[in-house]
């Protein structure tokens, strides 16, 4: 199961994902995530409480990625941990995705420029 | 008592392989003891899957024939409660279905007998399944298996998160870190994902088979899809070890959503990672020495 939760700090829009990124876990959130993407320029997605991730989260989080970039917006994900960044740094997306070692430094990163 | 086969010498009762009948229908539940105890098994009978579940865990058969449709169960229950018992996990069911009970009783996820056998049957046919499945029973011994799960997925369902809660269950079984449970839970994920998605097609009818086994040295999952399988040396929409993120492009110009890493995910996280010939079954195994040195 994934769970979605939106709040605001600092005109930025922070998404926390918690649970399972597998098929199932993305299956549920997925609408309410792009639709919270919408007009949003400048988006932290927290995966602090994420246990797993699999390619459909991946694919949920580049999708996101893209857009905000062709948008000329910017993504910047926090709360990389344990499987989620093993996950991550194996596929190298470190070096696609903006990654920030904390929530506060995500927003910053955010904002920045 | 039924007469032995001429020529064949009876074996002495204890001695005999012990079957145990789980059949609701009295006349084939008769049947089938004979048929068992002409041919030197010692056969005992019962109706329904709660006295099932209770004389396996009391006698701890050699065999167990099921019938899929009882009267308190499906057969698929009790094959769950017996395989997710350490003492009954090793014991082989050979599972009785009729034609129509595969669409009547799908559930999305089944833990699964080790052989099936489709009513109606001949005597030689279900001989043929029960010695079978004591041999398969030896070869568990042999190589020190102490635990042997068959699972079964439709290609539709939404059940991977009752198939991660059964991981759970398995994974506790084992000497495996935090991480590593991590790591084969991941890989595993992938690759059932893979096998529902690309080798089936999310087709209704068709089903990923789970084989997970432990020993004392590993720990092994192998997934099967029923599709045509893949040439693993045509994969440019695929992630690649060397540049995991060049095939972005490739996929974009494929007009592919972003993907491709289920393969570089579940290699990097196992041991051993191999594709048959026809790319429909993939093995992963996890060794547990390696964690006993990390």
Redesign the interface.
């Known amino acids: 199961m994934a769970t979605l939760d939106q709040s605001d700090v600092r005109g930025v829009k922070v998404l926390r994902l918690a649970g399972s990124l597998t098929r199932d876990g993305v299956d549920q959130v997925e609408m309410a995530f792009v639709a919270a993407l919408r007009g949003e320029p400048r988006v932290v997605v927290d995966l602090h409480g994420v246990d797993l991730l699999t390619t459909p989260g991946i694919s949920m989080l580049l999708a996101a990625e893209r857009e905000l970039k062709q948008a000329k917006g910017r993504l910047v994900l926090s709360g990389v941990r344990g499987m989620a960044d093993e996950v991550l740094r194996r596929c190298k997306l470190h070096t696609v995705l903006s990654v920030a070692p904390t929530l506060e430094a995500a927003v910053e990163r955010a904002t920045d420029g | 008592m039924v007469a032995c086969a001429p020529g064949r010498a009876e074996p002495a009762v204890d001695q005999a392989e012990r079957i145990l009948v789980v059949e609701d229908d009295a006349e084939l539940r008769s049947l089938l003891g004979e048929l068992l105890r002409t041919e030197g098994f010692q056969a005992v009978s019962v109706a329904d899957g709660a006295e099932a579940i209770r004389r396996a865990t009391s006698d701890r058969p050699d065999a167990v024939i099921l019938d899929l449709m009882l009267p308190d169960m499906s057969g698929f229950e009790v094959c769950q409660e017996l395989k997710f018992r350490r003492d009954t996990n090793l014991i082989p069911i050979v599972m009785l279905t009729a034609l129509h009970d595969a669409r009547s009783r799908r559930s999305g996820l089944r833990v699964g007998a080790n052989r099936y056998l489709t009513k109606p049957f001949s005597p030689d046919e279900l001989l043929r399944e029960v010695r079978s499945s004591l041999e398969h029973r030896r070869e568990l011994s042999e190589r020190r298996t102490h635990t042997s799960v068959e699972l079964q997925l439709d290609s539709d369902t939404?059940?991977?998160?009752q198939l991660?809660d059964l991981l759970s269950e398995l994974f506790v079984q084992t000497p495996l870190s935090e991480?590593e449970i991590?790591?084969i839970?991941?890989a595993t994920?992938?690759m059932i994902?893979n096998a529902a998605?690309w080798g089936n097609r999310r087709h209704k009818d068709l089903t990923v088979s789970i084989a997970y086994e432990v020993t004392d040295r590993w720990l092994k999952f192998v997934i099967t899809d029923q599709g045509p399988g893949f040439d693993r040396g045509q994969l440019p929409h695929a992630?690649q070890a060397e540049?995991?993120?060049a095939h972005?492009e490739i996929r974009e110009k494929l007009g592919l959503?972003?993907?491709?890493?289920?393969i570089?995910?579940a290699r990097?996280?196992v041991d051993h990672f191999e594709y048959n010939e026809r790319g429909n079954q993939v093995t992963l195994v996890k060794y547990f020495v390696r964690s006993a040195n990390s």
């Open positions: 939404h059940q991977r998160e991660n991480t991590g790591q839970r991941t994920l992938e994902e998605e992630a540049d995991p993120t972005m959503r972003n993907g491709g890493f289920g570089l995910i990097g996280m």
